[in-house]
C-alpha cells in the first residue's frame, strides 16, 4: 500500500518561506506527473503547480514568481518552494502523484494527508 508522506508546512510571516515535500512510501515504478493543489477555509481546492515527467512546469498565476514546483526523481520526491508567502497562502497544502507500481502497470494517483501552511503576523 503506497501513501504520500508531506513534511515541510508551518507557521511563517508574510514576506517569509517554506519549503514542501512528497514522497511515496512503499516501493514504486515510477512517478508522472507530479502537483500540489492547496485548500482554503470555504473554498475549493485548487491546483497550485505542477511538474511533468520532462520537468515541464505550470503554475496558477496567483504564485507565478514566488513558487517554484520542482522534482527529485532518484528519490521520488516533488518539493515546493514558497518565497515571498502572502497571508492569501494559507492553506492545506496536497501533493498529488501519478503513480506506476510496476513495470506496464496502470498510473494510479495518491494524494498525501495535507500539511498545514499557515501565514500571519
Known amino acids: 500500500q503506497v501513501q504520500l508522506v508531506e513534511s515541510g508546512g508551518g507557521l511563517v510571516q508574510p514576506g517569509g518561506t517554506l519549503r514542501l515535500s512528497c514522497a511515496p512510501s512503499?516501493?514504486?515504478?515510477?512517478?508522472?506527473?507530479m502537483a500540489w493543489y492547496r485548500q482554503a477555509p470555504g473554498k475549493q481546492r485548487e491546483l497550485v503547480a505542477q511538474?511533468?515527467?520532462?520537468?515541464?512546469?505550470n503554475y496558477v498565476d496567483s504564485v507565478k514568481g514566488r513558487f517554484t514546483i520542482s522534482r527529485d526523481n532518484a528519490k521520488n520526491t516533488v518539493y515546493l518552494q514558497m518565497n515571498s508567502l502572502k497571508l492569501e497562502d494559507t492553506a492545506v497544502y496536497y501533493c498529488n502523484l501519478a503513480v506506476v507500481l510496476r513495470v506496464g502497470g496502470n498510473v494510479n494517483v495518491y494524494w498525501g494527508q495535507g500539511t498545514q501552511v499557515t501565514v500571519s503576523s
Open positions: 511538474i511533468t515527467s520532462r520537468g515541464s512546469t
Open positions: 512503499g516501493s514504486i515504478f515510477s512517478i508522472n506527473a
